[in-house]
C-alpha cells in the first residue's frame, strides 16, 4: 500500500534556482494538499486541489505553483529559490468533504543556500 | 482567521506518568477536530472528533471534544518512550482545509 509518496527526500538548492517537488496518491482522493513545516511552527498550507484542473492558495503561497491535470499528481513547483524556502514539505491527501483525515506523505527536507 | 492553539507546547515526563495535551480553536462553521502524532517523519492520523462529549479511545490514548469550550484534550496513560513525539491539533472548519496548531513536543524519559 503506496497512499501518498513524494520525491525526492532531501535536496539542496542554490539561491534562485527551480525545482519541482512530486507528490503522488494512490487512494484515488480528490483533495490534495501541499504543507511546509518549519521547526515549532507547525504546519502551513501552501496549495490545495479539490480536483483535477481546480488548485487554490492556502496560507502561505507565495514563491510557489501547482498545478493538477490528474487525480493521482500534484506537483508543486518552486521558481527562484530563496532561504526563506528552507524547511520540510509534505504533501497530503484526503477523501474531503465530511472525511477530513488527511494522509501524509513522507515529506521532502529542502535546504536553499 | 481561524486559529489553533496548543498546550503546553513542549513536555518532559517519566514513564508511568499520565499526561494531558490540550488544544483549543476559534474558527468559523467548525466541522471537525482531529489529532496527528509526529515522530520523525510525516504526521500519523490518531483522531477525528466531531461531537462533544464522546470519548475516542485507541489503546492508551483516548481524547474529547468539548465545542462548548472550544476546545479538546488528549490523554495518554502509563506513558512510554515511544510516545515521545510532537502531537499536532488540527480543526476541520469552511472549505475543505485543515488549520493546525504549532503542536506540543512530548518527551518520554525512561
Known amino acids: 500500500n503506496a497512499g501518498v509518496t513524494q520525491t525526492p527526500k532531501f535536496r539542496i538548492l542554490k539561491i534562485g534556482q527551480s525545482m519541482t517537488l512530486q507528490c503522488t496518491q494512490d487512494?484515488?482522493?480528490?483533495?490534495m494538499y501541499w504543507y511546509r513545516q518549519d521547526p515549532g511552527m507547525g504546519l502551513k498550507l501552501i496549495y490545495y486541489s479539490v480536483g483535477a484542473g481546480i488548485t487554490d492558495k492556502g496560507e502561505v503561497p507565495n514563491g510557489y505553483n501547482v498545478s493538477r491535470s490528474t487525480t493521482e499528481d500534484f506537483p508543486l513547483r518552486l521558481e527562484l529559490a530563496a532561504p526563506s524556502q528552507t524547511s520540510v514539505y509534505f504533501c497530503?491527501?484526503?477523501?474531503?468533504?465530511?472525511?477530513?483525515?488527511?494522509?501524509f506523505g513522507p515529506g521532502t527536507r529542502l535546504t536553499v543556500l | 482567521e481561524d486559529k489553533v492553539v496548543q498546550s503546553p507546547l513542549s513536555l518532559v515526563v517519566h514513564e508511568g506518568d499520565t499526561v494531558t495535551l490540550n488544544c483549543s480553536y476559534e474558527?468559523?462553521?467548525?466541522?471537525?477536530l482531529l489529532w496527528y502524532k509526529q515522530e520523525k517523519k510525516a504526521p500519523t492520523f490518531l483522531f477525528m472528533l466531531t461531537s462533544s462529549g464522546i470519548e475516542k479511545k485507541s489503546g492508551r490514548l483516548s481524547s474529547i471534544l468539548d465545542k462548548k469550550e472550544l476546545s479538546s484534550i488528549l490523554n495518554i496513560t502509563a506513558t512510554q518512550t515511544g510516545d515521545s513525539a510532537i502531537y499536532l491539533c488540527a480543526v476541520g472548519a469552511g472549505s475543505y482545509q485543515l488549520t493546525f496548531g504549532k503542536g506540543t513536543k512530548l518527551s518520554v524519559i525512561p
Open positions: 474558527v468559523t462553521n467548525f466541522r471537525s
Open positions: 497530503a491527501s484526503s477523501q474531503g468533504l465530511v472525511i477530513d483525515t488527511q494522509y
Open positions: 487512494m484515488n482522493h480528490n483533495y
